[in-house]
């Protein structure tokens, strides 16, 4: 186990930015994503020091929390696969739980051996009390227990790893921001000479005291200007973007978080928001698996898919 997590293969990519009719600045796309077929990105480095702790302190179960379409549900039931611990998922919205095969996220985590607890929208929104992990466990037993989005301190000393390579050499550092957990980490891991720009892939900023809870650097800032409407919203607009990167680079994105903050790189770029021949460095950080359970949406609604 420990020889895979740290044995890890990692891959930047410069991207030609004159496909995209942009001259006088340098862009390198981290990949992430290419970690692990199904521990990908951002939650691979979340979850392995967490999986290494669990494993030391001889769990066997982790227990998480998510909604329906969650990267991180996906990733930790591939994870607890791959490396031998059972895993529960508490999913909010009880509907869900007659509509699994319909949903290629829970459909997967099920089929990794996850089982999966549905629960109220309301019920959810006790995920952090102590008193409802507690219920948990006499539900289910002793368990490892991850936060929702996989967010802890040990899940930010895995995210500091992500600038180890070639990341030092850069002017800008950006990344999408979920819960901030992510960004935490390269805020920590970054020279104060660099600046990290989070894309928030929800409205509102509010996730910089998320960040400042780790780090007391303050060269960084998250914009909320490329969210297009909301956490999960995407139109016609950002799907053309997606595909239109992924002709010209053979990079996927994924519509939720990578895809916008690549969308507000590229947009930035052409308002002339960063300094003359910076160098930017963007971490993929995964979510590819989210594409599927987009696209059905899309189809649903007769709208084109993401190829
Ligand atoms: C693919 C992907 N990128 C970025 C993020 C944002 O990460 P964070 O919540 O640490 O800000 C997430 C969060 O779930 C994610 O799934």
């Known amino acids: ?22 001259s006088g600045y340098s862009l390198v796309v981290k990949r992430d994503d290419l970690l692990h077929p199904f521990v990908s990105g951002n939650k691979f480095r979340k979850l392995k020091y967490n999986i290494l702790a669990a494993h030391e302190q001889k769990h066997h179960t982790l227990l998480t929390f998510g909604g329906a379409y969650s990267n991180h549900i996906a990733a930790v ?3 607890g696969k791959e490396f031998g611990f059972n895993t529960i998922g508490i999913i909010r919205g009880e509907e869900l739980e007659m509509k699994i095969l319909e949903n290629p996220t829970l459909s997967f985590a099920k089929a990794c051996g996850m089982k999966l607890h549905f629960i109220s929208r309301e019920a959810y929104k006790a995920k952090d009390d102590r008193e409802f992990t507690n219920k948990l466990r006499n539900q289910f037993g002793e368990f490892y227990l991850l936060p929702e989005g996989g967010t802890n301190a040990l899940a930010i000393k895995g995210c500091e790893e992500i600038l180890e390579e070639n990341g030092a050499i850069a002017d800008y550092i950006c990344v999408p ?33 998320e960040v400042a ?9 998250i914009i909320d200007a490329y ?4 956490y999960g919203k995407i139109d016609i607009d950002l799907i053309r973007f997606i595909n239109e990167f992924k002709e010209k680079t053979n990079i996927p994105l994924d519509p939720v978080y990578t895809g916008k903050m690549m969308y507000g790189i590229m947009d930035l770029l052409k308002k002339g928001y ?10 993929h950080t995964g979510g590819l698996q989210g594409v599927a359970g987009m696209n059905l949406k899309l189809k649903n609604k007769n709208l084109p898919i993401i190829e």
């Open 1 to 22: 186990m420990q020889s895979f997590l740290t044995n890890i293969p990692v891959s930047s990519e410069i991207i030609n930015l004159s496909k995209f009719g942009i």
């Open 77 to 79: 039931a591939a994870a």
């Open 177 to 209: 921001v979920g819960t901030g957990g992510t960004m935490a980490g390269l805020v920590k891991a970054s020279n104060e000479s660099q600046k990290v720009l989070g894309f928030s892939a929800l409205k509102g900023t509010f996730q910089s005291s």
């Open 213 to 221: 809870k780790y780090t007391s650097k303050t060269n960084f800032e």
């Open 227 to 230: 969210c297009f409407g909301g």
């Open 274 to 283: 960063f300094k003359e021949n910076s160098r930017i460095f963007a971490i």
